[in-house]
């Protein structure tokens, strides 16, 4: 994940906070999106719309990602 979100270069990775929401972040819900959408093909999956709109931040998705049996 890291590599998707440092590709995206919106994001200082040594001062990312995994926990923090989104905005804290600093990323736009546009943003969100593109990154949210670059992890899903980097894992060759795809998030359900009723899971996908209520991430709130990295460490949920990175939970996501680890328990999801079709992801690899």
Not at 2 to 19: A, E, G, P
């Amino acid at each position: 994940m890291s590599q998707v979100i440092y590709n995206f270069r919106l994001l200082d990775l040594s001062k990312l906070d995994w926990d923090a929401d989104f905005e804290s972040n600093g990323l736009d819900e546009y943003e969100q999106i593109a990154i949210i959408t670059g992890i899903e093909h980097e894992f060759h999956t795809v998030f359900e719309d009723h899971v996908f709109d209520h991430f709130k931040n990295f460490s949920e998705i990175q939970r996501f990602v680890t328990n999801d049996h079709n992801c690899f």
